[in-house]
Each structure stands twice: as structure tokens, then as C-alpha cells.
């Protein structure tokens, strides 16, 4: 049976570079285009919109760390003058997404509701460094409220399918904190402490939680949505060895800049809040202050190693597919999706 809240998603190249531009929508339960655009491709899309369209956007580039993406988050009347002006002035960018509206729909006051939104989220989670430090506010009537809450949601589902997740809520709401100097100590974790079901408030069962202890220090961590998130009381080392990459070193400093890593005692740093890493290795690393293995340096609470459990439960699903036939990898995307 298929789940009411599965979609399909339905992706356009006008070129014959899908690098350039990509026009992604979600046929029948969204009036809305979610426009990808490289920003040599800028021009393409004047072509595709034409003068004075209305919308939200967002410029993407990488920030100077190299440790996570930066983001400007916008909205303006006239869509194609507002990127000719950041094509000029904004450096840092190299995508751009668009939000328009099909049926023309749009008023100023709700793109302005949709960039607050879109901004508030971005600056809670954490997990880009915003190019600006506020956007405009307004209200809107509960009616217009809840549509644009719809294409807020609908713009948080496709995000992630084009490789752009600094809008994914990983397990926690928390909004990063500040450098303080705050030392105190959370309880270390320890083999024997596995979280027990909820304490993260997840939707759907207990997620598989893997510890690793390298040196002086215990970490612990869970697998959402694709990432590895690394839990709060988790240690890592100060120290770095010289084998220790300059982007690892990188994502230390701001991890340490923004309060999620705060020294401890000795050679130890702890997670303040749960983190997520996009690889086991990344994780490992930033852990270690030195180059591991993560996908052995993981295990779960039986021992087995990260690579060991992901080739077990591919395998189970591998499985499950001969067993349900031609319509198996429609029904396990929407198990797995049904959270």
C-alpha cells in the first residue's frame, strides 16, 4: 500500500547541460517551480521566467572554512534584476534556487513570509553560515499562512534530492550556541550507555547507535537521514596529529567557534548539542583530531563495525526486494520514508 505522503518529483533541463539550470516540480499537489541554477546559468533562466517575476532564493556557495556551505537568503519582485545585482556584487555564490509560483499567485507579503521562514530555519539549525544577519518580518492571515507553510514544506522535501541538506533537521531543534567559555563537563558516555527509545523524540522506532573510543575519548552517534549525527555529551581530543587533513582542521575550528565543541579537561573536548556528519569517516576525524577509518572505528553495542551493519542491512534489503517482486523498490522507498 502506498503511503498518502510519498511524492513524485518531476525534473525539466531546458539545455542540454543539466549543470546550467533544472526545473523541478511536483505534479498535482503543487502550483510551485523550484528552479536550480549554476551561476553561469543565471542568464538561462532570465530566459525561462521572463521580467518581473516574483519569489524566494537562496545563493549558495561554500563558506571560507570550507567546512560548510554559505548562504544568502532573499526574496524580491523582480527575480531576474535582484541575481543581475548579485552576479555583480556577491563573489561567494555559486548556485542559486528559486522559488516562483505557477499560477502567479504570489504577494509581496508572502515571499517576505516564506524568505522569514526560510531564514529562521537556516539560522536555528546551524548548519550554514548566513551571509545576512536579519531579513524582513510580517504577518499574514491564517489562511495565507497555512499555504505558504504548504510550499515551505514542499521547498524542505526537494532541497535534500538536489544534494543541498543545510535545511535538514538531523534530530535536534536546538539553535547552536554561543562561544561562552563555558567549561562544564555534560556526563561522558560510556560502552554501557546506550540512549533508550526517545530520547531524541524520533517519529518511528529506536535508530541503531554506534560508539567509538579512540585514545582518551568515547563518542556516540546514530544514523538519520543519511547522516551520521554524533550525539551531545560525545568527546573528541584537542590535540591534532600531523596526518589530520586542513578540512577536517577546518570544521574543528568552527565547530569550536560556535559552542557545539567546548573544552573540557586535559586533552578533551565535548559535543554541547547532537551534530551531523555526511560520512562515518568525517565524524571519525573531527572526533580523533587525527585520520581514521570510521567505517571500522564505529561500532554498534553487539561490536559490529559501521561497514559491517550498512553491508548487513543492504543485503536485508536486497532480500526483501526478490521477495516482493517488480513493485519492491516503490514499497521500500516508502517504508523508509514513512517517518
Known amino acids: 500500500m502506498i503511503d498518502r505522503r510519498a ?7 531546458p539545455t542540454d547541460d543539466p549543470t546550467e539550470i533544472r526545473i523541478i516540480e511536483i505534479p498535482f499537489f503543487w502550483d510551485g517551480n523550484l528552479i536550480w541554477i549554476s551561476r553561469v ?15 524566494v532564493y537562496m545563493l549558495i556557495g561554500q563558506s571560507a572554512s ?8 532573499g526574496s524580491s519582485n523582480n527575480l531576474v534584476r535582484r541575481l543581475k545585482q548579485h552576479d555583480a556584487g556577491k563573489d561567494f555564490w555559486e548556485i542559486a534556487v528559486v522559488y516562483t509560483s505557477k499560477s502567479e499567485s504570489l504577494t509581496s507579503a508572502h515571499i517576505v513570509y516564506l524568505e522569514r521562514l526560510l531564514y529562521e530555519r537556516a539560522r536555528d539549525l546551524g548548519q550554514c553560515e548566513l551571509e545576512q544577519a536579519t531579513v524582513e518580518n510580517t504577518k499574514l492571515p491564517k489562511a495565507d499562512e497555512n499555504q505558504v507553510l504548504y510550499t515551505y514544506d514542499q521547498i524542505l522535501l526537494i532541497l535534500p534530492t538536489l544534494g543541498l541538506d543545510f535545511l535538514v533537521d538531523y ?3 536546538d539553535a547552536p550556541s554561543e562561544p561562552t567559555g563555558n567549561t562544564k563537563q555534560l556526563d561522558p558516555p560510556s560502552p554501557d550507555s546506550f540512549r533508550t527509545p526517545g530520547d531524541l523524540q524520533r517519529q518511528k522506532g529506536s535508530p541503531t547507535e554506534f560508539l567509538m573510543t579512540y585514545a582518551n575519548v568515547t563518542a556516540r552517534a546514530i544514523l538519520e537521514k543519511g547522516k551520521i549525527v554524533v550525539l551531545a555529551g560525545s568527546q573528541a581530543r584537542r590535540h591534532e596529529t600531523d596526518s589530520l587533513q586542513e578540512n577536517y582542521r577546518n570544521i574543528r575550528k568552527v565547530l569550536l567557534a560556535e559552542g557545539v565543541l567546548v ?18 569517516s568525517k565524524a571519525g576525524c573531527v572526533i580523533a583530531g587525527a585520520s581514521v577509518n570510521g567505517r571500522t572505528a564505529w561500532r554498534d553495542k553487539t561490536g559490529k563495525t559501521y561497514a559491517d551493519f550498512v553491508d548487513e ?14 513493485n519492491s523498490i516503490e514499497m521500500i522507498v516508502v517504508e523508509h520514508k514513512g517517518e
Do not use: C, H
Open 41 to 55: 546559468g543565471w542568464q538561462r533562466f532570465a530566459e525561462e521566467i521572463g521580467d518581473s517575476t516574483s519569489g
Open 313 to 326: 542491512d543492504l543485503s536485508q534489503i536486497s532480500v526483501a526486494g526478490e521477495e516482493l517482486g517488480e
Open 7 to 13: 511524492r513524485t518529483i518531476k525534473m525539466f533541463f
Open 66 to 73: 570550507g567546512a560548510r556551505p554559505k548562504v544568502y537568503v
Open 263 to 280: 573544552g573540557t579537561t586535559g586533552d578533551l573536548l565535548q559535543f554541547t548539542r547532537d551534530y551531523p556528519f555526511s560520512t562515518p
Open 171 to 173: 534530530g535536534t531543534n
